[in-house]
């Protein structure tokens, strides 16, 4: 147990769909954050929340919104995604946004069909 | 741009062997990098932090090692056992970036 919890674990959405992804910290953190995982490749910084200010990542698709209604509290929703959007979504928290430990969430698994 | 690189990408070794996972980063300038383990199908686990001023850290059987000038990193895993099979993730923490820049993994099996 990490204290930052994913919900929820699995996920299959068609490609009309949406859907919200939860994340939830119990540490105290300041600092939020979404990141993908595909097989075979590097896990890939989406979106950066820290005291609940968004920081802009240009590089994602506009099908993602992030929010982050307070300190605790991470969304990501989801809306006419495309199959190869399928992957492992984790969500992540550290003390602050600069020099930190991060400790991630078990992850949903999202397969889009 | 910051680019983390582990080697070996899989690894497969007898169990009670000490083993040492490589980690090489391009841009020295990291606030601190962190190992990880991740379990199939999981989140990741922290196993270590080093600050950028740091030479090691140390936790159990393992031992984590950073020549920030150099750009590199190793984690020592001493008398491995099979439950320390899983992937090992490397990964730094820029300035000027915002969160971590991650190396693919070393996939490491601990045979009975």
């Known amino acids: 147990e990490t204290g930052v919890t994913q919900t929820p674990r699995h996920l299959v959405m068609g490609m009309t769909n949406k859907k919200s992804l939860k994340c939830e910290q119990h540490?105290?953190?300041?600092?939020m954050y979404w990141y993908k995982q595909s097989a075979k490749k590097p896990l890939e910084l989406m979106f950066v929340y820290s005291l609940e200010e968004r920081v802009e990542n240009n590089s994602v698709p506009s099908r993602f919104s992030p929010e982050c209604p307070n300190s605790s509290h991470l969304f990501l929703h989801l809306h006419t995604l495309q199959p190869e959007d399928s992957a492992l979504y984790l969500c992540?928290?550290?003390?602050?946004?600069?020099?930190?430990?991060?400790?991630f969430g078990q992850g949903t698994r999202l397969t889009v069909v | 741009k910051q680019e983390v690189t582990q080697i070996p990408a899989a690894l497969s070794v007898p169990e009670g062997e000490n083993l040492v996972l490589n980690c090489s980063f391009t841009?020295?300038?990291?606030?601190?990098l962190q190992w990880f383990r991740q379990d199939p199908g999981k989140g990741l686990t922290s196993l270590l932090l080093i600050q950028s001023s740091q030479r090691e850290q140390t936790s159990g059987r393992l031992n984590a090692s950073l020549d920030k000038s150099s750009g590199r990193s190793t984690l020592y895993i001493a008398a491995s056992q099979p439950g320390d099979s899983a992937t090992y993730l490397c990964a730094v923490k820029s300035g000027g970036a915002d969160g971590l820049t991650f190396g693919k993994g070393t996939h490491l099996i601990i045979q009975p």
């Open positions: 540490l105290g953190h300041n600092a």
């Open positions: 992540a928290s550290s003390q602050t946004r600069v020099v930190a430990e991060a400790f």
């Open positions: 841009d020295s300038a990291i606030y601190n």
